[in-house]
C-alpha cells in the first residue's frame, strides 16, 4: 500500500529527464512583434527557459540572465544558436551538487576554471578578511576583496548567483588552496528607463498588462483581468517599499514562485527557519539581517509555522508599523517589503462559518495589532492551481530587466493620482488609506509607469485596492471585538459625488456567513460552532443582499416517487438489489448513489479501476456531486482505494490525474484521500451514517458517449455491459 505522493514521487525519480524543444512557428502575434521591436535585446520567449534549464537547479531569472545575452531575438535561427550557447555554458561551467568533486578536480588540473554557483559571504573576525562560501561546489573560506563585498552586500545576507573565476594555488600552510580570481553577479548592467516610459505610450493597457503576464511566465488568455490583476499585485512589493502583503490559498498555485523565481532582488525563506538575528540584526555581532539588503522577503510556508517566537513578533509589528528595528538602543530603518504565503486546508465558507480568513496562520500572529499592518490580502482560493496550458510561450521582459525596472520604480510614489477623480469614505482610518494607496500606487506603478491612466482605468484599480484591504479588516473585525464599535464603510465617492460601496467577492458570494451584525446582543443567534453573530439580511426589497449565490443541493427523485426532493439524510431510501441492464438508459451517479452519500461526513469508495481518464473523470462527477449536496461550510472527507495501473507508459498520466483531481476537490469542501492498494477486487462505497453499496463492476459503467448531450449528462448515455448494486444499511458504530 502506498499513497498517491509517494506513487508520483517515486515515478518522478525513475523518470529520464526529458529535453524540451521549443516550437517555432511563423504565426507569431501582433503583441510579440511590437515588443520586440520597441525592448530589442531586452525580450526573450519564456517558454525558453524550459528548454535550457536541463537539471540545474537555479533560478528562473539566473537562466533568463543567460538567455538575454545570446537568445534576446526573435529570428529562429539566432534564438536556436543562443539555446545551444546557454546549454553549453550550463553543462560546462554550472556546478551540480551531485559532481562538485569533479569541478574541484577540473580546478586543480587545470589550474583555473570558471563556475556559476551561489555565493555567500563571512566576516572572518578573527583573521580580519572576508571570506566566500560556494552552495554546490561546496567549499568554504575563499577570500574575497572587501571592495567587492562593499559594492555587492547582498552576499553577505542570504547570497547571490554569480559567475566566478576559482584558482587552485595548494600552498605548504592550513590555508584553502581556493582562490577567487574573478566574481560577477548576475544582474543586468543597466537599464534605459526614459526608453522604458517611452515606449508605453505605444501599447494599451490591456496590451501592457499581457506583457506583463508574459513576463512571469503566465499565459494571458488563461487569465480574466481580475485573474491578471491578483498575479500582478504580487509584482507590487518589488515596486513598494514596506509593501505588506498576504496570500493565503490552495497548493499548486504558484504562490511562491514570483519570490524564488522572478527577481534577484527578493529572497524566500521558510516561515520555520525566521529569526530576529536573520530577519533584523544580529545584537551580538551587530551584523544586519535581511530586511537591509533585499527589496522584498517572503515567507514560505508561513501558515504552516507553528512555533513563533514572541519577540520576533513584536520587533515584525513595528517594524511592518514604522519601518524601524532596533539594534540594542539604536534604532534602524529598512525599506523591504514583507510578503507572508501560505497554504488553506479549508475551503472559504468553512473558515468563515468557523473563524475567519486568517484562520491558517499561527496563533502569535492572529494578533489584531499585528494583522492590521497587512496592506492587502490576495484571495488565493480565486487562482487556479497551475497548468501547462497557463506557462507562456510569448515574448516578456528578460526577468532581470524587470526587476531592475521595478527597483527604480520604489522611489516614485503614485498614491494620489486618484484624488483628482475619486475620494475615499471619510470614516476610513489611516491604516486603511496606507494600505489602500500602496496596493493602488504599486499597480500604477507596474501597469501604468508614468502615472498617466484614464478615470475608468484608476477606478478599477482603486477598486481592486479598497478590496483587498477590506477583506483584511473584515477579519480583524471577527478576532477583536474592541474595534467593532466603529467599523468602517469601505467605498469611494466619484467626481459627480456619487458613493460607491465595496464589497469582497466573497462577501457577496456567502453573505450570510460573511457580514456579521456586531450590534446584536451576546445571548443573540450565533453561527454555530463559531460562537460569532449571525448576519440577518435585509429586507427583500434590497435584492443584492437578499440572494445567496451558493449552488443548491440537486432534487432527485426517491424510489416509489414522482416527486422530485432536496436529499437529506432522512430521506427513506431503498434498500436491496437494483439491476442495471446493458443499454439501459436515465442512470446516473445522481439518481442511483447520490440520495445514499448526503449527510455523510467521511465516505469511502473502493474501486481498483481509477485509472483512464474517463475513469477519473466520472469519480469526479461523483465528488462534484456530494460538493453540491453539502453545506457550503461543511466539509466532506472522501478515502479513494484504488489500484495503480501496471502499464508503465500510462502510470504518470493516472497519478497526475488524481493529483488534479484531489486538489480540485479540497476547493469544494471535499478532502480527498487516496490510497493505492495492490490486489484489490471489490467495489463498494461505505458511510459513516450507515450506508453501504456494493457497486458491481465498479462506477465504470457507461459506454463511451457519443454525442455532446451524452457526455454532458449521465442520463444519456448506455449502460454497457448488465451489472448490479446492492443497497445495505448497517450499524453505526456508537449509535
Known amino acids: ?62 537562466l533568463e540572465y543567460l538567455l538575454g545575452q545570446y537568445a534576446a531575438s526573435d529570428d529562429e535561427d539566432t534564438i536556436q544558436d543562443g539555446i545551444d550557447m546557454v546549454r553549453s555554458i550550463l553543462a560546462e561551467h554550472y556546478v551540480n551538487r551531485n559532481e562538485k568533486v569533479l569541478i574541484q578536480s577540473t580546478i586543480r588540473e587545470k589550474g583555473k576554471h570558471r563556475i556559476i554557483d551561489r555565493v555567500t559571504v563571512d566576516l572572518n573576525t578573527k583573521q580580519d578578511f572576508y571570506e566566500a562560501s560556494f552552495e554546490n561546489l561546496d567549499i568554504k573560506g575563499v577570500p574575497i576583496d572587501a571592495n567587492t563585498v562593499t559594492n555587492n552586500q547582498k552576499l553577505l545576507v542570504g547570497g547571490v548567483w554569480c559567475i ?39 501599447f494599451t493597457t490591456d496590451e501592457w498588462i499581457d506583457i506583463l503576464m508574459q513576463s512571469i511566465g503566465l ?48 529572497a524566500l525563506i521558510s516561515g520555520g527557519e525566521v529569526t530576529v538575528a536573520k530577519l533584523f540584526v544580529n545584537n551580538a555581532n551587530g551584523k544586519l539581517g535581511l530586511v537591509g539588503y533585499w527589496d522584498v522577503v517572503a515567507f514560505d510556508e508561513f501558515a504552516a509555522n507553528r512555533r513563533t517566537d514572541q519577540n520576533l513578533v513584536n520587533i515584525m509589528k513595528n517594524y511592518m508599523a514604522n519601518k524601524q528595528f532596533n539594534r540594542g538602543n539604536q534604532p534602524l530603518g529598512a525599506e523591504a517589503s514583507m510578503v507572508f504565503i501560505g497554504n488553506t486546508s479549508h475551503t472559504v465558507p468553512y473558515m468563515l462559518q468557523h473563524s475567519d480568513l486568517f484562520d491558517e496562520l499561527p496563533d502569535s500572529y492572529r494578533d489584531p ?47 494620489d493620482k486618484y484624488q483628482t477623480h475619486f475620494s475615499l469614505g471619510s470614516d476610513i482610518s489611516t491604516r486603511d488609506r496606507d494600505g489602500i494607496h500602496k496596493t493602488f500606487s504599486g499597480l500604477m506603478k507596474l501597469i501604468h509607469p508614468t502615472g ?86 435585509p429586507a427583500p426589497a434590497h435584492p443584492p443582499y437578499s440572494v445567496v449565490s451558493v449552488a443548491p443541493p440537486l432534487p432527485i427523485t426517491p424510489d416509489g416517487s414522482d416527486a422530485p426532493v432536496v436529499p437529506d439524510d432522512t430521506m427513506p431510501l431503498f434498500q436491496g438489489i437494483r439491476d442495471f441492464k446493458a443499454g439501459q438508459t436515465g442512470v446516473s451517479y445522481e439518481n442511483v448513489l447520490l440520495p445514499y452519500v448526503v449527510g455523510a461526513t467521511k465516505i469511502t469508495v473502493i474501486d481498483p479501476y481509477i485509472r483512464m481518464p474517463h ?10 456531486l456530494i460538493a453540491l449536496a453539502k453545506g457550503p461550510a461543511d466539509e466532506v472527507a472522501v478515502e479513494l482505494v484504488t489500484t495503480q495501473t501496471d502499464k508503465d ?24 484521500d487516496i490510497r493505492l492498494v495492490d490486489g484489490i477486487h471489490d467495489r463498494s462505497i461505505i458511510t459513516d451514517h450507515g450506508w453501504r453499496i456494493l457497486l458491481g463492476k465498479g462506477l465504470d459503467i457507461w459506454e463511451p458517449p457519443t454525442n455532446a448531450i451524452a457526455e454532458a449528462r449521465q442520463e444519456f448515455r448506455r449502460i454497457k455491459s448488465d451489472t448490479t448494486f446492492t443497497y445495505a444499511r448497517t450499524s453505526i458504530e456508537g449509535a
Open 649 to 672: 507508459h500510462m502510470k504518470k498520466d493516472q497519478l497526475e490525474r488524481l493529483v488534479s483531481l484531489r486538489e480540485a476537490a479540497l476547493r469544494f469542501g471535499v478532502n480527498l
Open 369 to 415: 495589532a499585528w494583522l492590521d499592518r497587512i496592506h492587502h490580502y490576495i484571495p488565493g482560493w480565486e487562482v487556479s492551481p497551475i497548468r501547462s496550458e497557463m506557462f507562456s510561450d510569448g515574448y516578456g521582459f528578460v526577468v532581470d530587466y524587470l526587476a531592475e525596472i521595478l527597483h527604480s520604480k520604489r522611489s516614485e510614489d503614485f498614491s
Open 164 to 202: 566566478c573565476d576559482i584558482e587552485y594555488q595548494p600552498s605548504d600552510g592550513p590555508s584553502e588552496p581556493w582562490v577567487l580570481a574573478n566574481l560577477k553577479p548576475i544582474q543586468i548592467a543597466g537599464v534605459d528607463f526614459d526608453r522604458y516610459n517611452a515606449a508605453r505610450a505605444s
Open 452 to 537: 498617466v491612466a484614464t478615470p475608468e482605468e484608476m477606478e478599477e484599480l482603486l477598486l481592486y485596492a479598497i478590496e483587498g484591504r477590506k477583506r483584511v479588516k473584515d477579519q480583524i473585525l471577527r478576532i477583536d471585538a474592541t474595534m467593532r464599535d466603529d467599523p468602517a464603510r469601505f467605498g469611494y465617492r466619484d467626481s459627480l459625488g456619487g458613493w460607491h460601496d465595496v464589497v469582497t467577492v466573497e462577501e457577496n458570494q456567502y453573505p450570510q456567513l460573511y457580514r456579521r451584525d456586531w450590534d446584536a446582543e451576546a445571548p443573540g443567534p450565533t453561527l454555530a460552532g463559531s460562537g460569532l453573530p449571525t448576519y440577518t439580511p
Open 1 to 62: 500500500m502506498t499513497n498517491l505522493d509517494e506513487a508520483l514521487t517515486d515515478l518522478g525519480a525513475a523518470a529520464d529527464e526529458e529535453v524540451y524543444v521549443p516550437a517555432f512557428t511563423e504565426e507569431e502575434s501582433d503583441l510579440d512583434r511590437k515588443v520586440n521591436d520597441l525592448f530589442a535585446g531586452s525580450v526573450v520567449r519564456k517558454d525558453l527557459v524550459k528548454a535550457v534549464r536541463g537539471n540545474a537547479v537555479v533560478p528562473g531569472y539566473v
Open 219 to 266: 499565459n494571458p488568455e488563461q487569465f480574466s483581468l481580475r485573474g491578471k490583476l491578483i498575479a500582478l499585485t504580487r509584482l507590487v512589493p518589488f515596486v513598494e517599499r514596506n509593501y505588506n502583503l498576504v496570500e493565503l490559498g490552495p497548493k499548486g498555485t504558484g504562490k511562491s514562485h514570483t519570490f524564488s523565481e522572478l527577481s534577484p532582488n527578493g
Open 615 to 624: 475513469q477519473v473523470r466520472n469519480f469526479g462527477d461523483l465528488l462534484g
